[in-house]
């Protein structure tokens, strides 16, 4: 028998547990450290049934993309904290006013409180527990919501942290959209989303009502731009692995091409031998991921016959069809699209990679500039003054220069969006600082000249007052 979902009482009871922990007892440097060892081990043990789970949910996906974008990634996050997390809770100096001298200043960095963490299903082990790691470093307690659309996932996930946290330091909720909105309105101490614009706009309205503080990691349309100096077929390649990743169903996947008019026939060719290369037979390659449900599925299909019947042309990479039986979806190129189309207003989530050409660089460059910011752009050019006018004339939450996705594996670069692509950032020590309270504390000297500005306003005052003005 299924296990009926939290209601909003029982919810409102677990996250009071771990408020009521909190306020007991803040984590010390060594018992951090030690959760996040036993985090690692028990990560590694459990390893194939991670990889297992999340293809079972997906119905396939491959073992080797989940060992890398999941398991490898959120390995080395840990890995990287425990090294480093001594030096990230130092107190920091800071300098005080020189009229306020010899009094000192520093920055402690203490724990929030209660963290809440809203996953996907995309990468559903990866965008759980790294932030629960950046959390966790940062001395907070914790509550995840798991996605409905990856359920053995989220079974295996409170098996897993029920061995190494105890029931009042991390909880696991289970559960549908329903549940998912009642989680959101808790009076968490910051709340970490990642998912759609849509739905982020709706988390935020309901972290507002508690004045929750909210990191937003919410994708939207990532361009790919080559450059009339970059290495063409290089590029077709590093944006085709990038957007074939678990079959697009990535937040940082390029999203649109925008590359020189003359190319694009290039552009096609090119792809169809290199997606050749790295998915031969396709339709029976374990290697390529399924769409995650059939709903998804269905919203891809919607965007590739809207488009097509909008005017757009579709070029098939591969002669292995779709096939919603086994939610394969082979990756298609769309040429002659425009803004009217679906396929250019909605991040697409899935293998479908319109090509937009362009007559010079500026016209590209006003063209991200009118849409939304995106959270990854990608920049293929060799030309470094190309590459540094790319870079300031758009904004974005990351870019990668001559590759796609990698600048979200570096745990030393925070990895956020920016306007409506997302809003803060964590990884590494921007996450422990994400998930930190950065209190400021001045300590007065024994022996100061405070006193001097004392009332009643003499004339004495009124000098130095004037001196300090610098008139």
């Given at each position: 028998?299924?296990?009926p979902?939290?209601?909003?009482d029982?919810?409102?009871?677990?996250?009071?547990?771990?408020?009521g922990?909190?306020?007991?007892?803040?984590p010390?440097?060594?018992q951090?450290?030690?959760?996040?060892?036993?985090?690692?081990?028990?990560?590694?043990?459990?390893?194939e049934?991670?990889?297992?789970?999340?293809?079972t949910?997906?119905?396939?996906?491959?073992?080797?993309?989940?060992?890398?974008?999941?398991?490898?990634t959120?390995?080395?996050e840990?890995?990287?904290?425990r090294?480093?997390?001594?030096?990230?809770?130092?107190?920091?100096?800071?300098?005080?006013?020189?009229?306020?001298?010899?009094?000192?200043?520093?920055?402690?960095?203490q724990?929030?409180?209660?963290?809440?963490?809203?996953?996907?299903?995309n990468?559903?082990?990866?965008l759980?527990?790294?932030p629960?790691?950046?959390?966790?470093?940062?001395?907070?307690?914790?509550?995840i919501?798991?996605?409905?659309?990856?359920?053995?996932?989220?079974?295996?996930?409170?098996r897993?942290?029920?061995?190494?946290?105890?029931?009042?330091?991390?909880?696991?909720?289970?559960?549908?959209?329903?549940?998912?909105?009642?989680?959101?309105?808790?009076p968490?101490d910051?709340?970490l989303?990642?998912?759609?614009?849509?739905?982020?706009?709706?988390?935020?309205?309901?972290?507002?009502?508690?004045?929750?503080?909210v990191?937003l990691?919410l994708?939207?349309?990532?361009?790919?731009?080559?450059g009339?100096?970059?290495?063409?077929e290089?590029?077709?390649?590093?944006?085709?692995?990038?957007?074939?990743?678990n079959?697009?169903q990535?937040?940082?996947?390029?999203?649109?091409?925008?590359?020189?008019?003359?190319?694009?026939?290039?552009?096609?060719?090119?792809?169809?031998?290199?997606?050749?290369r790295?998915?031969?037979?396709l339709?029976?390659n374990?290697?390529?991921a399924s769409?995650?449900?059939?709903?998804?599925?269905?919203r891809?299909?919607?965007l590739?016959?809207?488009?097509?019947?909008?005017?757009?042309?579709?070029?098939?990479?591969?002669?292995?069809?779709?096939?919603?039986?086994?939610?394969?979806?082979?990756?298609?190129?769309l040429?002659g699209?425009?803004?009217?189309?679906r396929?250019?207003?909605?991040?697409?989530?899935?293998?479908?990679?319109?090509?937009?050409?362009?007559?010079?660089?500026?016209d590209?460059?006003?063209y991200?500039?009118?849409?939304?910011?995106?959270?990854?752009?990608y920049?293929?050019?060799?030309?470094?003054?190309?590459?540094?006018?790319i870079?300031?004339?758009s904004?974005?939450?990351?870019?990668?220069?001559n590759?796609?996705i990698?600048?979200?594996?570096?745990h030393?670069?925070?990895?956020?969006?920016?306007?409506?692509?997302?809003?803060?950032?964590?990884?590494?020590?921007?996450g422990?600082?994400?998930?930190?309270?950065?209190?400021?504390?001045?300590?007065?000297?024994?022996?100061?000249?405070?006193s001097?500005?004392?009332?009643?306003?003499?004339?004495?005052?009124?000098?130095?007052?004037?001196?300090?003005?610098g008139?």
């Amino acid at each position: 028998m299924d296990t009926p979902p939290p209601s909003l009482d029982s919810l409102r009871a677990q996250f009071d547990r771990l408020r009521g922990a909190q306020l007991q007892n803040t984590p010390d440097y060594r018992q951090r450290r030690d959760q996040l060892e036993k985090l690692a081990q028990t990560i590694s043990r459990y390893r194939e049934d991670i990889v297992q789970a999340i293809s079972t949910d997906f119905g396939r996906r491959s073992r080797v993309e989940t060992l890398a974008a999941d398991i490898m990634t959120t390995l080395g996050e840990i890995r990287h904290t425990r090294k480093h997390l001594r030096r990230w809770m130092r107190p920091q100096r800071r300098s005080v006013n020189l009229t306020f001298k010899p009094a000192r200043g520093e920055v402690r960095f203490q724990p929030l409180g209660v963290i809440g963490i809203v996953a996907p299903w995309n990468y559903p082990f990866q965008l759980a527990v790294l932030p629960l790691a950046n959390a966790i470093a940062a001395g907070n307690r914790v509550m995840i919501k798991p996605s409905e659309f990856t359920p053995r996932l989220s079974e295996l996930l409170v098996r897993m942290l029920a061995e190494v946290f105890a029931a009042e330091h991390v909880v696991v909720v289970q559960g549908d959209a329903a549940v998912g909105a009642a989680f959101t309105r808790l009076p968490f101490d910051h709340l970490l989303f990642t998912g759609s614009t849509s739905v982020g706009r709706e988390v935020m309205r309901a972290a507002a009502a508690n004045l929750t503080p909210v990191t937003l990691e919410l994708g939207g349309k990532s361009p790919a731009i080559i450059g009339s100096g970059a290495r063409f077929e290089n590029a077709v390649e590093r944006i085709l692995v990038g957007k074939t990743l678990n079959a697009g169903q990535t937040c940082i996947a390029p999203d649109y091409v925008l590359l020189p008019r003359e190319r694009v026939d290039a552009f096609v060719d090119s792809a169809r031998s290199t997606l050749a290369r790295l998915y031969p037979q396709l339709a029976s390659n374990t290697q390529y991921a399924s769409i995650v449900s059939d709903t998804h599925y269905a919203r891809l299909s919607a965007l590739r016959d809207g488009a097509v019947s909008s005017g757009a042309t579709a070029h098939a990479l591969t002669d292995a069809s779709a096939n919603p039986a086994t939610r394969s979806f082979p990756p298609l190129l769309l040429s002659g699209v425009d803004d009217s189309m679906r396929v250019m207003q909605e991040e697409i989530f899935g293998p479908l990679l319109p090509l937009v050409p362009y007559d010079t660089l500026d016209d590209a460059l006003a063209y991200v500039a009118a849409h939304p910011h995106p959270l990854a752009l990608y920049i293929f050019e060799d030309d470094r003054d190309t590459v540094d006018n790319i870079l300031a004339r758009s904004r974005a939450g990351g870019v990668s220069v001559n590759d796609t996705i990698l600048h979200v594996a570096q745990h030393d670069l925070p990895f956020g969006g920016v306007g409506p692509s997302g809003i803060g950032a964590y990884h590494g020590e921007d996450g422990f600082r994400a998930f930190s309270h950065m209190k400021p504390v001045f300590r007065q000297a024994r022996w100061n000249s405070t006193s001097l500005m004392n009332p009643p306003y003499g004339a004495t005052f009124q000098r130095l007052l004037k001196l300090l003005l610098g008139r």
